[in-house]
DNA sequence: CTAAAATCCTGGTGGC
DNA sequence: TGCCACCAGGATTTTA
């Protein structure tokens, strides 16, 4: 579930402990979870220096001196902690980066739906995904939308589209925007998608400062969650009019909205 | 072309 | 209390 307010906290926490630091080895036990291959990631990277952690959309992205990048994607239920070697294990440990200050990167994810990628041309990882929409200009937005098709949610989940948004905010930028997320993408008014956008820059950048929402049993992030305005909200009252919010299936996912502040 | 469904996964939940 | 079917969901792949 962790979508980009996140992943941008994990890599906020990590940045500083982990840039500088020298990659010695590595453990890992999933090999779906490494769709680049294990043996590639034991042999590549030991020695190598982490020389800047990012973000982009979804992903985390170290910088690795000798031209490599290593890709991780949390998906549904991974997360990252710094622990010394010399900490007991966890059991969903799947890939775990050996430092060389006595302490470990380690990648935790039950559900086993997390990714870890080396490569040397970072395009293979992100070289689809649409635009970021916390810098993204108005001007821009809005022409995303040219020759557009289909219902809103659906668009705002596609990462080709635009990235870092999930099911969670989807819903509540929706919500803030006013706009039905059923809502067909011809049929929105300029007015509406600078609305839109302004809401979802301001619903990201909230969740953020909250450190993002903590998930259920695997995911700890922040306090974004007791803000949720119509996420998980079913049948309780708008926090607006105190119309019960409806919980519906579009694009096979749960979708929540009030029936009366969108349209 | 679009859209929906299946796929990967496991801990939590609700029903009995 | 115990068992079990079912659900959640990001992104990709398959089917309609």
């Keep these: 579930m962790p979508e980009l307010p996140e992943v941008e906290t994990v890599v906020r926490r990590l940045r500083r402990p982990l840039v500088g630091r020298t990659i010695t080895a590595v453990r890992a036990t999933w090999a779906n979870s490494v769709p680049t291959g294990i043996p590639h990631l034991q042999r590549a990277l030991p020695k190598r220096k982490i020389l800047s952690l990012n973000r982009r959309g979804k992903y985390l992205k170290f910088d690795l001196s000798g031209g490599y990048y290593l890709f ?5 239920s991974g997360d990252l902690e710094i622990e010394g070697q010399s900490e007991a294990p966890h059991p969903h440990d799947r890939t775990v980066f050996q430092l060389d200050n006595k302490k470990e990167l380690r990648f935790r994810d039950p559900r086993k739906f997390g990714r870890v990628y ?7 990882v992100t070289g689809k ?7 993204i200009e108005e001007d821009s937005f809005l022409n995303l939308f040219k020759g557009k098709k289909g219902r809103l949610k659906p668009l705002l989940l596609n990462q080709e589209f635009i990235v870092g948004i ?11 925007a006013g706009i039905h997320p059923k809502r067909k993408v011809q049929t929105l008014k ?5 609305r839109l956008l302004k809401a979802i820059k301001q619903i990201l950048g909230k969740a953020i400062k909250f450190n993002g929402s903590t998930f259920d049993f695997v995911y700890r992030g922040g306090g974004f969650q007791n803000h949720f305005k119509v996420y998980d909200r079913k049948d ?3 926090k607006r009019c105190k119309t019960p ?9 749960s979708t929540h909205f009030c029936p009366k502040c969108q349209s």
Excluded: W
Excluded at 72 to 76: D, E, P
């Design 166 to 176: 999930g099911n969670i905010y989807a819903d509540e930028s929706c919500f803030e």
């Design 118 to 124: 080396l490569v040397k041309d970072e395009s293979r």
């Design 72 to 76: 991780i994607h949390l998906k549904m």
């Design 245 to 253: 919010i409806k919980r519906i299936i579009l694009g096979s996912r």
């Design 190 to 194: 300029k007015e509406e998608l600078q």
């Design 129 to 135: 995904l649409g635009p970021e929409p916390l810098t």
């Design 236 to 238: 309780e009252p708008c």
